[in-house]
C-alpha cells in the first residue's frame, strides 16, 4: 500500500507514552521510525501486562505502542553513541523525545545543535510544561496524573460532590502525542516552503488545558467554577447513565422530540407534560428529580432489553461497555480497530487499530513490535555504512546491543 | 507572522464540537476557514456561557471555538444554496463537516460528487461510527456522552466500585477533532505527490477505542476485564490523590528512590521498610491499607503547604487544580494558553489558546469569532464575483441572511 509519509525518517528517542504514541501515528502513516533505545530498553517494556513469558520482548503494553517500528540500541552516555547519533541527525527529518527538559542539552543535542547538524530536521520535544516557559515549571517532573490534575480536567471528572477522578486512560499523554503529530505534519508542510526545520515544543499541561474549552470560558467569562457531575450534562437533561436491571445505559435526550419519544417508550406518557419536566430548563433544574423517575424505571429491563427497543426507535444511547464488549463489537472488527499482529516470540495478539481513515492513504499496521535492538545492525549497516569489524568493537565497548 | 496553512482554504460546514474543534485547529495554523452555517446559525451559538445579552454572537461556548474563522450563512436545501456550494467547492482545499451520515449525500454532495466537482479536494467527515462501516451502525445518532459510553472509557472511569463517570471534557468530540486534523495534513502533504484528494472518515468511537490502547491490549492479552480505580494508578503505588487538610493532592511515586523520599517528606520513615509496603509489588497488593496512612498524614496540611514541601524536593505532585486555579496560574499565562480576544458586541473576553508550539509557525489567535453571516458578502464578492444586485437578489430569496 502506498503511505503518505513514505521517505520520512523519524529519529524517535522517547519512551513508554506520549512522544510514542506520537511516533506510533507517524510509522501507521508510513514513516520509517526508528527507535532509539537505551542498553535497557525503553521503560514501557518493563509495563504489563506481560504476554507468556515476562523479559523485555513481551510487554502488551509496548507491544501496542511500537508496531511498526524498528528497534536500535544506543548508549548516549558514550562518546561513540553520541557520534553515531549525530551521523543519524543529520540523514534523518524528524527528532521526537520526551526526556526531561534538560536532558538532551546535557547529552550535547540542545535544540541549536541539532540545527547546526540538520537545518532541515523536525524537533519535536513533548514535557509536562514545556521547554520554553518560566524556570519553576520547566523543572517540574510530570506524569499523566500529575497533567490530569494540573490541568483541571480531574477537577471536572468523577461523581457529583465526590471525590476526583482521573481519566481511565492516559489522556494527558495521548493528547499531548496528537497535537505533537499536527505539529510535526504542520512543520513537514512548511519545511517545503521554507526548507528549514523547526522546533515543536509540546507541553503536557497545555495540551490538556486547550481541551477544556467549554470549562475555560465558562470560568473566565461568568467567574462560575465548574465542578464534577458523575455522566450527567451541566446543560442538557435527562442526558446521562441510568441503571438497569443488570448494569447501566446512557441515555442521551437532546431536544424536545426524542422528549416525548422518550417518554413514551419508557412507559411514562405522564412525565412529557409534568410542571417539572416540560422543557430542557426545567428538567436541568429538577434534574435529579427526574434521574429517580427514570431510575426507577430503567432498573425494570436489562441494558440488552433496552438496547433493542432504543435500537427500535433510534433514540441516542449507549450501553456502558467494557473492555470486553467492545474489543467484540462487529463495527469495531469491521473498521479494522483491532488488528491481530503476529509477533514473533509471543504469537498472535491483537491491538488497537490506527483511526485516520484516508480512503488513498489510511493508517495501518504493517509490521510487529521490534525486539529491542532487533535492527541495530541493519541500520548501522544499511544508513551508515558501518562495518561487521566495526560493529563488533561497538558492541564489546557497549556503545550498541 | 507567517503561518504554515497561508493560502489552504477550508469550507467548513461543521456544527457544535468535533468538526468545529478540527477547524479551529486548521485556522490557528493559518488556514483560511469559511464556516458555512445555515439560516439560523450553528447550533453552538444557542450554547452557554452567553455573554452579556442572549443572542446568536454572545455565545462563550461558540466564540471559544470559532475563533479565526469567517462567516457565511447559505441556505442548502434552496438550489442557489447547492449552486454556490458547489463554486465554493470548486476553489476550496478542505471541505469538513459532522452532519449525520446520509446528510451530504441528500443535499447532492457525496463524496463522488465532491471528487467531480474538484478532484484535489480533501473531504473530512466526522461522525459517531464512521460513513463506511455495518449499516445498523451507520445510523446511529451519536453525541459525545454516547460515544465515551460505547467506547469503553466511560467503564474504566470513575470511582472504585462505584457509578460510571464520563470525562469532564468532551473528549470524544475533541479526539475525533485531533485526529482529522491529522488526516487532513496527511492528505495535503499526500495531495503534492498525486495531485489528488481524499476521503478521511472520522469516527469519534474509533478514535477514543484507539486511545485506550493499553485497556486493549490488557483485555485481548490476558482476558482481564480493566475497571474504573478512583485516581489511583492499576500498577504503580502510592500514585494518586490523597486528602489534604482543605483539598486533594495528586502524589506520583514512580520509583523505589521516590518512595524512600516520599516517606521522608511525610514524616513515615518506618514505612520505608515495612514489610507491606517495601517495593513496587507490594505496595500494589496493599495499596488501600497504603492509602490509608499516607491519608491520615496528608490530611494534617493543607494542599499548599504539601505544596511548598514537594516543590523543593522535586517529587512528582500536583494539586487538583479547579478551572479558576488553572486560569490564573503563571505558566498558562507564560505559554499564552489563554488568550484575551476583543469580540466586537461582546468585548474582551479570555479563551483558550493553541497547544500547537512551534518555533517559526506557532499556532495562535489572530482574529475573534465571526458574527453570524457576517463574511457573506465578502466571501461571494471576493471569491466568487457575485454583484450587490444578485446578492441582494439571493437575500430575498432566502438563500443568504
Known amino acids: 500500500m502506498e503511505r503518505v509519509l513514505s521517505g520520512i525518517r523519524v529519529l524517535d528517542l ?18 520509517e521510525v526508528i527507535h532509539v533505545e537505551p542498553p535497557d530498553g525503553d521503560d514501557a517494556r518493563e509495563y504489563s501486562p506481560y504476554i507468556g513469558k515476562v523479559d523485555k520482548n ?40 520526551n526526556f526531561r527538559n534538560t536532558t538532551m542539552e546535557s547529552l550535547g543535542f540542545s535544540w541549536p545543535e541539532i ?5 532541515r530536521m523536525i524537533y519535536a520535544s513533548i514535557t509536562g510544561f514545556g521547554h520554553n516557559t518560566l524556570p519553576e515549571y520547566a523543572s517540574k517532573p510530570a506524569y499523566d496524573m500529575v497533567v490530569q490534575a494540573y490541568s483541571g480536567l480531574m477537577s471536572i ?38 526548507g528549514r526545520g523547526q522546533h515543536y515544543d509540546g507541553a503536557m499541561v497545555d495540551g490538556l488545558f486547550a481541551t477544556l474549552e467549554n470549562a475555560v470560558v465558562r470560568y473566565t467569562a461568568t467567574g462560575e ?25 446512557v441515555i442521551a435526550i437532546g431536544n424536545q422530540k426524542l422528549w416525548t419519544q422518550f417518554c413514551r417508550v419508557l412507559g411514562a406518557p405522564q412525565l412529557i407534560d409534568d410542571p417539572r419536566f416540560t422543557a ?67 504469537g498472535k495478539i491483537k491491538i488497537a487499530g490506527s483511526p485516520i481513515h484516508l480512503s488513498e492513504t489510511p493508517g495501518d499496521i504493517y509490521s ?28 564489546k565497548e557497549e556503545v550498541i546491543n
Not at 522517547?14 to 508510513?30: E, K, Q, R, T
Not at 540545527?115 to 537545518?119: D, I, W, Y
Not at 548501522?380 to 561487521?388: A, P, Q, S
Open 14 to 31: 522517547s519512551h513508554v507514552l506520549a512522544a510514542p504514541y506520537a511516533s506510533m501515528m507517524l510509522a501507521d502513516l508510513g514513516a
Open 58 to 97: 513481551t510487554s502488551g503494553y509496548f507491544i501496542s505502542l511500537n508496531r511498526n517500528k524498528k528497534s536500535i540500541v544506543l548508549n548516549l552516555r558514550h562518546e561513540k553513541g553520541k557520534q553515531i547519533l549525530r551521523q543519524l541527525i543529520k540523514i534523518s527529518d524528524i527528532l521526537i523525545e
Open 115 to 119: 540545527q547546526r547538524l540538520n537545518p
Open 157 to 194: 471528572t468523577g461523581p457529583e460532590g465526590g471525590e476526583p477522578c482521573r481519566v481511565g486512560n492516559s489522556i494527558g499523554d495521548i493528547l499531548a502525542g496528537h497535537q505533537a503529530v499536527i505539529g510535526i505534519l504542520a512543520a513537514l508542510l512548511y519545511r517545503q516552503k521554507s
Open 225 to 249: 467554577v465548574p465542578e464534577p457531575l458523575g455522566t450527567a450534562s451541566p446543560s442538557i437533561t435527562p442526558f446521562q447513565a441510568f441503571p438497569t436491571k443488570d448494569n447501566w445505559i
Open 280 to 346: 430542557n430548563p426545567q428538567r436541568n433544574k429538577n434534574r435529579k428529580i427526574l434521574a429517580d423517575e427514570i431510575s426507577v424505571r430503567t432498573k425494570t429491563k436489562t441494558t440488552a432489553e433496552w438496547s433493542a427497543i432504543f435500537d427500535k426507535e433510534s433514540l441516542p444511547y449507549s450501553p456502558v461497555n467494557n473492555m470486553k464488549e467492545i474489543c467484540e463489537d462487529p463495527h469495531i472488527k469491521e473498521r479494522k480497530m483491532l488488528v491481530e499482529v503476529d509477533q514473533p516470540g509471543v
Open 368 to 395: 510487529p513490535a521490534p525486539r529491542l535492538g532487533e535492527h541495530t545492525e541493519e541500520v548501522l549497516k544499511g544508513l551508515l555504512n558501518v562495518t561487521d569489524a566495526e560493529i563488533e568493537a561497538l558492541r
